[in-house]
């Protein structure tokens, strides 16, 4: 239940190096979910759904950044006349 913990915790920002756990942690979940509506434990479903949305977030959290990070933004260089004209041209 620790790991449940930690995925729905919003505050909480995953750091990039434990994707796969995550992985491995909504892969459990979804697990959980199936035993749980097999055996009829609807409260126990409910509480694994949530912590399963709290996974997937906390994912696509992390593929986000990565994608943001991979991005490169030209920024551009201003010529000449683009900074002259800022100066005002006077001393």
Known sequence: MAADTGVRCSL???DPAQRTRLADIRDNLIARIAEAESEGWLSE?????VSLAGA????AQLDAHQERRSLRVFLGVPSFDQIGARTGGEP
Not at 56 to 59: A, H, V
């Open 12 to 14: 909480l920002r995953p």
């Open 45 to 49: 479903v409910e509480g694994l759904r």
């Open 56 to 59: 997937e977030e906390k994912i």
